[in-house]
């Protein structure tokens, strides 16, 4: 979404998490995560992390007309971290994602998060992106999503208000 876009007139702070900078491993721990009993530091690490937001807003690409497996190891690590958090689902793809984010919110609803009721489905064309793959203009794509992103962002200062 880019932090700048979802910030732009929001009271809230939003900060990217980047999973590939988190770099946990394929789930390596011996117990059930509701257990909250760790035995990784790079477990206990990520539950820091997590526990130190309010709430989310996931950012991912719909592969296949599903979500990425790193999203689904990185929110498997965790139980108790994530529960009564809001949370919305920003996809893209050729498409937008809407099977992706759809499978994702059964993932929020078996974690007892709070599922926002708007997702942002971004369609990227093979025009957004440039010779090697990266959009030219991340402004020019989000554009027409402006007034979605606008939503979810109020509906997330709402939710927080009433988890507090």
């Known amino acids: 979404m880019g932090d700048d876009i979802a ?9 990217l998490i980047d999973l590939a900078e988190v770099n946990l491993p394929l789930l390596d721990e011996r117990l059930k995560a509701a ?3 760790y035995e990784h530091e790079h477990t206990r690490a990520w539950s820091r992390v997590v526990s130190s937001y309010g709430g989310f807003v996931f950012v ?3 592969y296949n007309w599903g979500y990425p497996a790193p999203l689904k ?3 498997d690590f965790l139980y108790l971290e994530w529960a009564g958090k809001p949370a919305g689902c920003v996809t893209y793809g050729t498409r937008g994602g809407n099977k992706g984010a ?3 919110r059964e993932v ?3 974690l007892h998060m709070r599922a ?3 997702d942002v489905e971004i369609v990227i064309t093979d025009d957004d992106l440039d010779d090697s793959w990266q959009l030219k203009d991340l402004h020019a794509t989000m554009r027409p999503y402006r007034e979605q992103t606008r939503r979810i ?12």
Do not use: C, I, R, W
Not at 10 to 15: A, V
Not at 153 to 164: I, N, P, Y
């Open 108 to 110: 929020l609803n078996g």
């Open 153 to 164: 962002d109020a509906q997330m200062v709402e939710t927080l208000k009433d988890t507090q």
């Open 35 to 37: 257990l909250h009993q």
């Open 60 to 62: 991912f690409p719909q």
């Open 7 to 15: 910030q732009e007139g929001s009271p809230l702070t939003y900060e």
């Open 116 to 118: 926002l009721d708007e």
């Open 102 to 104: 759809a499978q994702f």
């Open 73 to 75: 190891n990185a929110v």
